[in-house]
């Protein structure tokens, strides 16, 4: 199975702030990539999939590159609705899909 | 609008067995390739099961593998997972989620999710 390696594990931020989020794979996944958001209590949303689309309704301030083992999700100016849970997914060796650990996105 | 209601979770003792729904509406339902995903307590998300749009083909993680089934009727626009032998482990929310892309296979991303049902399994 890919092994999905989020850093850092939390990062505290301001809103303004710009934010990079990092996903490695442990193995080449090329683009098959995706990014999803947490509130507590609540579902994930898609946020990014095919390592860089957007998905529809996602604010233009989420941003995904990378390919290969290497990933980011970057926020470019932090809101306050933004302070939740992220997590990336891999979908090239199916099955089975495997998450990142999760990064937890805190208020400074 | 594009919904889904999953149903069926509770409290159950170890070994015993469960069976969860999810309820879609709002898209065509017999289109879409279709998962289930859980997330124990405090911790992060696992996939579980998928099926594709036909029924035809099936996968799971190798931790439900022979435990779990996963099922679909299409005329009822249901999905289902049938869980059995259940375990301290099981203990999660589990979400249904649709697939991204309407295909044969699946794109292994997921755009719809459901609100979640919660297992428990403790004596």
């Known amino acids: 199975d890919i092994q999905m390696t989020q850093s850092p594990s939390s990062v505290s931020a301001s809103v303004g702030d710009r934010v990079t989020i990092t996903c490695r794979a442990s193995?080449?996944?090329?683009?098959?990539l995706a990014w999803y958001q947490q509130k507590p209590g609540k579902a994930p949303k898609l946020l990014i999939y095919?390592?860089?689309s957007l998905q529809s309704g996602v604010p233009s301030r989420f941003s995904g590159s990378g390919s290969g083992t290497d990933f980011t999700l970057t926020i470019s100016s932090l809101q306050p609705e933004d302070f939740a849970t992220y997590y990336c997914?891999?979908?090239?060796?199916?099955?089975?899909?495997?998450f990142g650990g999760g990064t937890k996105v805190e208020i400074k | 609008q594009v919904q889904l209601v999953e149903s069926g979770g509770g409290v159950v003792q170890p070994g015993g067995s469960l069976r969860l729904s999810c309820a879609a509406s709002?898209?065509?339902?017999?289109?879409?390739?279709m998962h289930w995903v859980r997330q124990a307590p405090g911790k992060g998300l696992e996939w579980v099961a998928f099926?594709?749009?036909?029924?035809?083909?099936?996968y799971y993680a190798d931790s439900v593998k022979g435990r779990f089934t996963i099922s679909r009727d299409n005329s009822k626009n249901t999905l289902y997972l049938q869980m059995n032998s259940l375990r301290a482990e099981d203990t999660a929310v589990y979400y249904c989620?649709?697939?991204?892309?309407?295909?044969?296979?699946?794109?292994?991303?997921?755009?719809?999710w459901g609100k979640g049902t919660t297992v428990t399994v403790s004596s």
């Open positions: 989620a649709k697939d991204l892309i309407r295909s044969a296979t699946s794109a292994g991303y997921m755009d719809v």
């Open positions: 709002g898209f065509t339902f017999s289109s879409y390739g």
């Open positions: 099926i594709r749009y036909d029924g035809s083909n099936k």
């Open positions: 193995q080449g996944i090329s683009s098959w």
């Open positions: 095919a390592a860089s």
């Open positions: 997914q891999q979908a090239n060796s199916f099955p089975p899909l495997t």
